[in-house]
């Protein structure tokens, strides 16, 4: 019987109606005598340009499920997030999930069952809510030291969650991994993303992919991305704190950066044009390989002033959109957040520097 996954791959691009009929007439010819043609091939597969759309205000629900535990670092997510969320215009939420933490030891790697719901509960909310959302393996620490080790853990992963939810709607993204870098250099991370491509199409077909570089999800890691040339349901993601000065002053993970206290974004000519020109560099690299693009993280921490935060963050936002980025702010809420869980209030002026 053939795989979900070869007919994917042979038939990716085609119009709905040609797809149809020549998928029809492709598994009839290769069909034993008399046996049935299952109706689960004739499945269209999403237009990845629309689909990028749907994420087009996209929040980061971080520091909750990518924490070694939820709540370690100060978020629990609720139900009540997710509908202030959509009432406030956003369109879409990115759920990062440390799986990594939360398997067996030993080979098939079982996903801890709690945090599987847990993550399903989440993506109820979105879908409640008519958003989209993402979920991505992120803080996956040890992929990142020693990715020899962790590649059958890492295929594993993904076959569970392709398994887990493929009946959920196409507004389900699949990220494949947040900000590969150290060990995990570029080269190595071609080869990851490939096995882990087909690992997913194997088993799910429709769901768009988002795939971003190595060397921390940055631009500089671009020109080094090889994306399969027969996967054509996948969103180009890459992540921007630049000037890095600016948006990490004061960042308590951050060594020496007490030195960039004081550093402002005053929206000079000058400054706007660093942004603009890196941007420019990303849209001219995703037409070459037509693939639309996510800006799948931004944002000035805290400890920088708000009017600098408030300029920044708009041009970038702004900017992304003008060059038809959809995007991602990093995050709802601590330290770079947009939302004060505390007193349950939105941070007015940067809620409006994005939803405009």
């Excluded at 879908?127 to 996956?140: P, Q, R, V």
């Excluded at 890492?154 to 990220?175: C, H, M």
């Excluded at 951050?254 to 550093?263: E, I, P, Y």
């Excluded at 995050?331 to 809620?351: C, H, M, Q, S």
Aim: hydrophobic fraction near 45%; proline fraction near 5%; aromatic fraction near 14%.
């Amino acid at each position: 019987m053939l795989s979900h996954s070869f007919l994917y791959r042979k038939f990716a691009g085609m119009t709905a109606p040609c797809f149809l009929i020549t998928l029809i007439f492709f598994v009839s010819s290769c069909s034993e005598p008399n046996e049935p043609v299952s109706s689960s091939y004739l499945v269209e597969i999403p237009d990845p340009f629309v689909q990028n759309k749907l994420l087009a205000k996209t929040i980061n629900l971080g520091n909750a499920l990518e924490a070694p535990n939820e709540g370690d670092w100060g978020v629990v997510l609720k139900g009540v997030y997710f509908e202030k969320i959509k009432e406030v215009g956003f369109t879409a939420v990115r759920i990062p999930v440390r799986w990594s933490a939360h398997t067996s030891a030993e080979f098939p790697f079982i996903i801890d069952p709690v945090l599987m719901e847990r993550v399903g509960w989440a993506l109820d909310q979105a879908e409640k809510n008519s958003l989209a959302a993402i979920i991505n393996i992120h803080h996956y620490e040890e992929i990142f030291s020693d990715p020899l080790k962790e590649k059958e853990k890492f295929l594993a992963l993904w076959k569970q969650i392709a398994e887990k939810f493929i009946n959920r709607p196409t507004t389900l993204f699949y990220e494949l991994l947040n900000e590969p870098h150290d060990q995990l250099d570029a080269e190595l991370w071609n080869n990851f993303l490939d096995e882990a491509i087909d690992t997913i199409r194997a088993i799910d077909s429709t769901h768009t992919l988002i795939i971003g570089t190595a060397e921390w999800g940055s631009i500089s890691a671009m020109n080094k991305l090889i994306l399969p040339q027969e996967e054509k349901n996948s969103i180009f993601t890459f992540h921007y704190y630049s000037p890095f000065q600016f948006t990490h002053q004061g960042a308590e993970w951050v060594d020496g950066s007490n030195a960039w206290l004081g550093t402002s974004w005053n929206g000079f000519q000058s400054e706007k044009e660093v942004i603009s020109l890196d941007f420019l560099k990303v849209k001219t690299w995703a037409r070459q390989h037509n693939v639309p693009v996510l800006l799948g993280e931004f944002g000035a921490y805290s400890k920088a002033d708000m009017e600098s935060r408030i300029r920044w963050t708009q041009y970038v936002a702004r900017s992304a959109e003008q060059d038809s980025f959809s995007w991602a702010y990093w995050e709802f809420a601590l330290g770079f957040g947009i939302y004060d869980p505390d007193i349950n209030t939105w941070r007015e002026p940067l809620l409006e520097a994005l939803i405009h």
